[in-house]
C-alpha cells in the first residue's frame, strides 16, 4: 500500500516537472481575497489586485495565457432589493440577488489575457479580483456581505504571433502603434451602469454621445488627448430622472480614482493609456405633470399632493417622488371671468392623456384629477369658457326658405327653420333673404324681416350676436286678398308642445283649426286673466286677437310681469274676453290633462305607426284702424286690410334606437332619434328631423345614469335626413362600481328638457325602451410572457342570455395593450382565430416577466339597443 | 352652567379623546419587551385591518415565492412575498409554522419558546364575483415599532379564466373550476 502510494506521488511529481520543462512558464498559485459589507444603504466594493509573472517566453511574441481559479464564496443578503456579486476585470462570475443567508459556495472557471513581451523573456499580468455588495434598500437600513478566496494559477500559454501589440501585461519593449481610449458611462450611486445619458463632448471628437461610448486615438507617437466632458444635470428617462452627482476618472489600470462635482470636467487621457470616466447620478426618483391651460386667461385654484395655491393659466404642476404614487390636484375655477370687455362663462373641463386618444369631459367646476402612475404620467386639463349664443332663423308663413349666410369668412346657405349654434358673442351674421320665391304655382314676395320683435325692410340684414336671438324673414303672397290662403309645409310637434304663432302685425287676427281627420283633442290657446289671477287653455278654434304689439312665441319658461302682458293680444270675443293669449299648444299640456296619457281616443296608429293629429291651422289678419299710428309705417308694400296665413300640424312624438360605440374605458351611448307617428300618406308630407328640446335619458331604478340633450354630444351627435344623433359617455368604471358585473336593464326614456336646463317629465307618447346592460368578459385561453402571447376568448359573464334582436351583432372586438413599465399603447394587437370567431390571438415581441405588468383593452364593435360592459384586462 | 363649569368640561372631552386614541392605537404601555399575549394581540389587530403601533420591537423580514396562474395553455408568473415579524418572548409554546403554501391565513401565529411572531401566507377567497388571491408585501424589513396595514389596492391584478390552476413554488395549491375572475391584491405592510 505504501509502495502504491509512493509510485503515485512520483508519477505525479515527474509529470509536473516534465509539463513545467516542456511549457517553460513558472507554475505557481497566487491567492487574492475581497471582502465587501454593507451595514447601511451605501452599496461597497472591495478590489484586490496581485502581480503574476510568466516567465520563459520568446521576445518580441505576444502570449494570450489562460489563468484557471478557484473562489470560494461565502456571502448572506437580508433584503429582497439587495444583491452581491464578484468577479474578475469587468466580468462577473457570480451575482446573487434576493434574500441569502448564509451561503457558500465554490465557483471555478478560466479567464484569459494577452500579453506583449517586447525585448523581455516575461510578462506581467494585473489580476484583478472585485466583490460588491448591496443591501438594495433605498431609505432604510440593509445589510449584504461577501466574502471571497480565489486562488488562481496559470492554465496554459499559448503563442500567437510576432506582430500584434494587445498587451495587457507589461513585456519588453518594440515598436507599436500607440492607443489611448477613454470610455464614458454613467451609473447610478449602486453602481449600475445607465445607458442613453447624453454627455456632451468637446475638445476631441465634439458632440453629443450616449452612454455607454468610447473615445480613442491612436498614433505611432503620442495617443494621449484631452477631452472636456459635460453630463446633464438632470436626466430623464422615460417616467423617471435622476440627478447629476459627481463624476469619477479612473485609469484602467492601476485602479486609483479622482472624483468631480461640477457636472463639466477636462479629462487628459496620457500616451497609450485607458481611462473610464464614470457621471454618477442619484436613484431615480417618477415624475408627473399635469398641464392646466384655458382658451382665456383665468385664475385657477388647486390643491393635492403637489401643495397649494392658485395660478393663472397657462401653467404646469409638476411634482417627483421616490414611490410611484402619482400627482393628484383638486383644480376649481372661476365660474365667471370678465376678459376682453365681456363674461366668459365656465363651461366644462377636457382631461386629456397624451398617450390615449380619448377625452374626459367634466362639467363640475371643482374637479380632481390625476397622472396616477409612472405610466400614465403626464396629463393636460383645459378649462373651458364659453361665450356663445344662438340665433334663431324662421320664416312665415312659409317654411324652407333658403337663406343666405355669411360669418366668420365662410359663406353657406340654410333653409328654414333652423339654429345657428355657438356663436361668438360680439360677432355679426349677415344674413339675406330671397327677394321671391315659389312654393308650387305661388308665388312669394319678401315682406321684411323682424329682428328681435324689430322690423328691417331689407333683404340683407346684419345681426349683431350679443345674447341668443330671433330673427324671422316674412313673404307675403302675391295677390293674397281677402280669402286668399297660403299653405305651408306640416309643422310637426309633440302633445303639450306650443304651436309656432306669429302675429307680425297690428289688427285683428282670427285663428280657425281644422283637423284633417277626426279628433276629439283640439289645439288650444293659454290665456290668462287681466290680473294675472287665473288662466285658462281654451279651444284655439275660432278664437279672435286683438294685437298692439307684434307676437312672437316665447320658448321655455319665461317669467311674464304685469306691465309686459299689457303688450300680448287679447282676446276679444267669447267667454274670456278681454284676457291675454299667451301662445298655443298641441293639445293640453299633460301636467294639466292627466288624460293625454290615457290613451283613451289615441290618434296615434302604433301598428302603422301613424299619426292622425294634422290640422289646418290658418291665421286671418285685419287691419284695424284704432292702431296707433307709429305701426303704419312697417309695411313694406303699403298696408293691406286682409292677410290669412295657413299651415298644417302634425302631432307626434319621438322615437329613437340607442346604438353603443366602444372604446378602452367605456362606451359612447349614441340616441338616433326620429319621429315616432308620421302622417298619413296621402297628405304627402315628409318627415323632418326633431327640433324638440328634450333629453334621452338611460335610467336605472328611477336614477337616470347617463343623459343626453337632442342633437348634442362630443363625437358622434348631428343631423342625418330624418334623424337627430345625441351621444354621451358612459365609463365602465362607473357601470363596475355602482352595479359591479351585474345583467342591468336599463330604461332609455324621452324627456322635457326643465327651465333648469335639465330632464324633467317623460314626453308624452314617446317611446320607452329597455336596454340590457351585459358584462362581457375576454377569457384568457393562453399566456407565454417572453415573447408576448395571448389567446383570449369572446365569453358572455354569468351565461347571461342576450336579446333576441341582437344575437346574430358581431362578437368582434379590437384589442390595444398598454405596457405600464414605459407607457407604451400598442393598439389593434388582437388578430382572430381562423378557427374560432370568438377567439383572439396577441403576439407582440416584448417581454411581460414579473414585475411588468400590461392592461390589456377591448373595443367592441358597434352594438343597438344593448350595451357591453368589458373590462379590461390587467396581466 | 358656569364659565368654569365649560372650561372643564372641555378639557374632560379633549382628554377623553387623547386617551381613547392613545387607547386605540397602542397595545400597552411602553415595556420595552414582548410577551406571546402581545404577539396574540398583534395579530388580531392585523386580522382585522388595523394599524398598530407597539411598545417593543419587532424584526420584518421577507421572502419571496412564485405563483403561477395557469391557464389552458401557459402560466402568468408573479412574485408574491412571505413577511415574517418576530420578536423575541420570555417564554411562549411551541407553535410550529405551516408551510407558506399551506398556510390558509394572511397572517399566522408561530412561537418557538424564546421567540414568537407572525408569518404571513396566501389567503383565497371565493365570492361571487370571482377568487381573491391576497398576499403581505412589507414594504421595507428590519426592526420597527410601527406596522401600518394598507389594505388599500396598491397593485391589483384581473383576470377572467376557466379551469385555471394556481402553483406556488410549483406546487398546486388551488383549482378554478368552471368560469370564474382571478384578482391577485396585495396588501402592504409598511413599518
Not at chain 2, 401566507?121 to 428590519?142: C, L, N, S
Request: charged share 25%; with cysteine; aromatic share 12%.
Amino acid at each position: 500500500m505504501v509502495k502504491i502510494k509512493k509510485v503515485i506521488f512520483l508519477a505525479i511529481f515527474t509529470a509536473v516537472v516534465i509539463f513545467s520543462l516542456f511549457t517553460n512558464t513558472t507554475l505557481s498559485i497566487t491567492s487574492l481575497h475581497v471582502h465587501a459589507y454593507t451595514p447601511n444603504y451605501e452599496d461597497h466594493t472591495d478590489i484586490a489586485v496581485k502581480l503574476v509573472t510568466v516567465d520563459g517566453l520568446e521576445p518580441n511574441s505576444t502570449y494570450r495565457v489562460t489563468f484557471r481559479y478557484v473562489a470560494e464564496v461565502q456571502y448572506s443578503v437580508y433584503s429582497e432589493s439587495g444583491y452581491v456579486a464578484a468577479g474578475w476585470f469587468d466580468t462577473r462570475f457570480l451575482r446573487r440577488s434576493g434574500v441569502q443567508i448564509d451561503k457558500r459556495e465554490t465557483i471555478s472557471g478560466t479567464f484569459s489575457l494577452t500579453g506583449y513581451t517586447g525585448d523581455a523573456r516575461v510578462l506581467t499580468f494585473e489580476i484583478e479580483l472585485w466583490a460588491e455588495a448591496d443591501g438594495g434598500e433605498l431609505y432604510s437600513y440593509d445589510m449584504a456581505v461577501i466574502d471571497v478566496v480565489a486562488e488562481v494559477e496559470v492554465h496554459s500559454v499559448e503563442k500567437i504571433d510576432n506582430g500584434n501589440d494587445n498587451s495587457s501585461g507589461d513585456g519588453g519593449g518594440g515598436k507599436k502603434t500607440k492607443y489611448s481610449g477613454l470610455i464614458v458611462k454613467a451609473a447610478n450611486r449602486k453602481g449600475r451602469e445607465l445607458y442613453h445619458v447624453p454627455i456632451n463632448v468637446s475638445g476631441y471628437r465634439e458632440g453629443t454621445y450616449k452612454t455607454p461610448f468610447l473615445i480613442s486615438k491612436k498614433s505611432p507617437t503620442d495617443s494621449s488627448f484631452s477631452v472636456t466632458l459635460t453630463a446633464p444635470r438632470k436626466f430623464v428617462f422615460g417616467s423617471k430622472v435622476r440627478y447629476f452627482i459627481n463624476w469619477s476618472v479612473t485609469p484602467l489600470s492601476p485602479r486609483r480614482i479622482e472624483w468631480y462635482r461640477n457636472n463639466t470636467i477636462n479629462v487628459h487621457v496620457p500616451d497609450n493609456a485607458e481611462y473610464i470616466a464614470t457621471a454618477h447620478y442619484s436613484g431615480y426618483y417618477y415624475w408627473y405633470r399635469l398641464e392646466i391651460k384655458s382658451n382665456i386667461p383665468v385664475l385657477i385654484k388647486y390643491s393635492g399632493n403637489v401643495g397649494s395655491g392658485s395660478k393663472y393659466t397657462n401653467f404646469t404642476l409638476y411634482r417627483e417622488s421616490a414611490v410611484d404614487d402619482g400627482l393628484t390636484a383638486v383644480l376649481e375655477a372661476p365660474e365667471q371671468v370678465f376678459y376682453n370687455g365681456t363674461f366668459w362663462f365656465f363651461d366644462k373641463w377636457v382631461y386629456r392623456i397624451p398617450i390615449y386618444s380619448k377625452e374626459r369631459v367634466l362639467y363640475n367646476n371643482i374637479g380632481e384629477f390625476s397622472c396616477p402612475s409612472q405610466a400614465v404620467n403626464e396629463g393636460i386639463v383645459v378649462a373651458v369658457y364659453k361665450r356663445t349664443a344662438r340665433l334663431i332663423v324662421e320664416s312665415s308663413p312659409i317654411d324652407d326658405v333658403p337663406i343666405q349666410i355669411w360669418y366668420m369668412g365662410k359663406h353657406l346657405v340654410k333653409y328654414t327653420n333652423f339654429i345657428l349654434e355657438d356663436l361668438s358673442i360680439g360677432s355679426t351674421i349677415s344674413l339675406r333673404a330671397p327677394g321671391r320665391l315659389f312654393d308650387g304655382n305661388r308665388e312669394y314676395l319678401f315682406s321684411h324681416w323682424l329682428v328681435d320683435e324689430k322690423r328691417v325692410n331689407s333683404e340683407l340684414i346684419e345681426v349683431l350676436v350679443n345674447e341668443d336671438i330671433k330673427v324671422i324673414a316674412f313673404y307675403s303672397s302675391r295677390g293674397n286678398e281677402i280669402g286668399e290662403g297660403v299653405k305651408t309645409r306640416g309643422e310637426w310637434l309633440t302633445p303639450g308642445e306650443s304651436v309656432n304663432i306669429t302675429l307680425p302685425y297690428p289688427g285683428v287676427y282670427t285663428i280657425k283649426v281644422i283637423p284633417y281627420y277626426n279628433t276629439s283633442r283640439p289645439l288650444v290657446a293659454l290665456v290668462v286673466a287681466k290680473n294675472a289671477s287665473k288662466y285658462a287653455y281654451v279651444d284655439l278654434n275660432d278664437l279672435t286677437l286683438m294685437v298692439k304689439t307684434p307676437f312672437t312665441p316665447k320658448h321655455g319658461s319665461v317669467h311674464v310681469s304685469a306691465k309686459e302682458l299689457r303688450k300680448y293680444p287679447v282676446v276679444t270675443s267669447g267667454e274670456y274676453e278681454g284676457w291675454y293669449f299667451l301662445g298655443a299648444s298641441a293639445w293640453v299640456p299633460d301636467i294639466e290633462d292627466p288624460s293625454v296619457n290615457s290613451h283613451f281616443d289615441d290618434p296615434f296608429d302604433d301598428r302603422r305607426s301613424l299619426t292622425y293629429a294634422v290640422y289646418n291651422l290658418t291665421i286671418t289678419w285685419r287691419s284695424s284702424l284704432n292702431i296707433s299710428k307709429p305701426w303704419e309705417r312697417y309695411p313694406k308694400t303699403g298696408p293691406r286690410n286682409v292677410k290669412s296665413w295657413s299651415k298644417t300640424i302634425v302631432i307626434t312624438s319621438i322615437d329613437f334606437t340607442v346604438w353603443s360605440f366602444y372604446e378602452r374605458e367605456g362606451v359612447y351611448v349614441v340616441w338616433e332619434a326620429y319621429y315616432k307617428y308620421l302622417p298619413p300618406p296621402e297628405l304627402n308630407l315628409s318627415p323632418k328631423p326633431p327640433h324638440q328640446d328634450v333629453w334621452f335619458t338611460l335610467e336605472y331604478s328611477n336614477n337616470i345614469v347617463v343623459s343626453q340633450r337632442l342633437g348634442r354630444g362630443s363625437r358622434y351627435y348631428g343631423v342625418n335626413n330624418y334623424s337627430i344623433f345625441s351621444d354621451a359617455f358612459l365609463p365602465y368604471e362607473y357601470i363596475l362600481k355602482e352595479y359591479g358585473l351585474k345583467h342591468l336593464v336599463f330604461k332609455a326614456r324621452v324627456r322635457w328638457s326643465g327651465p333648469l336646463g335639465s330632464p324633467v317629465n317623460i314626453v308624452p307618447y314617446s317611446e320607452e325602451k329597455d336596454i340590457p346592460v351585459v358584462p362581457l368578459c375576454m377569457k384568457l385561453l393562453e399566456i407565454e410572457e417572453k415573447p408576448l402571447h395571448l389567446v383570449f376568448k369572446w365569453t358572455l359573464l354569468n351565461r347571461t342570455t342576450l336579446p333576441e334582436y341582437s344575437r346574430l351583432f358581431c362578437p368582434c372586438v379590437s384589442i390595444d395593450i398598454l405596457t405600464e413599465w414605459n407607457g407604451r399603447l400598442y393598439e389593434n394587437v388582437g388578430v382572430k382565430s381562423e378557427y374560432d370567431y370568438t377567439v383572439y390571438i396577441v403576439d407582440l415581441d416584448i417581454d411581460i416577466s414579473w414585475p411588468r405588468r400590461i392592461t390589456v383593452y377591448f373595443k367592441h364593435s358597434r352594438t343597438e339597443n344593448l350595451i357591453l360592459v368589458i373590462p379590461s384586462v390587467r396581466i | 352652567m358656569s364659565v368654569n363649569s365649560q372650561v372643564i368640561l372641555v378639557a374632560l372631552v379633549i382628554s377623553s379623546i387623547i386617551a381613547l386614541t392613545l387607547a386605540t392605537t397602542r397595545l400597552a404601555p411602553r415595556t420595552g419587551e414582548a410577551s406571546f399575549r402581545d404577539i396574540i394581540e398583534l395579530r388580531e389587530r392585523l386580522c382585522s385591518d388595523r394599524s398598530v403601533f407597539i411598545n417593543f420591537e419587532v424584526f420584518v423580514a421577507r421572502k419571496d415565492h412564485l405563483l403561477e396562474i395557469c391557464v389552458e395553455s401557459g402560466c402568468r408568473r408573479i412574485t408574491v412575498t412571505e413577511t415574517w415579524v418576530i420578536a423575541p418572548v420570555s417564554s411562549s409554546p411551541i407553535i410550529k409554522p405551516e408551510d407558506f403554501a399551506k398556510r390558509g391565513e394572511l397572517f399566522a401565529l408561530h412561537s418557538n419558546g424564546t421567540h414568537a411572531g407572525i408569518s404571513t401566507g396566501i389567503q383565497f377567497e371565493f365570492t361571487k364575483e370571482g377568487v381573491i388571491v391576497t398576499y403581505v408585501e412589507a414594504k421595507r424589513i428590519g426592526k420597527t415599532r410601527k406596522l401600518v396595514l394598507s389594505k388599500e389596492v396598491v397593485d391589483e391584478l384581473a383576470i377572467y379564466v376557466e379551469n385555471a390552476s394556481i402553483l406556488l413554488d410549483g406546487k398546486e395549491i388551488a383549482v378554478i373550476n368552471g368560469f370564474n375572475k382571478i384578482k391577485v391584491r396585495k396588501v402592504v405592510l409598511e413599518l
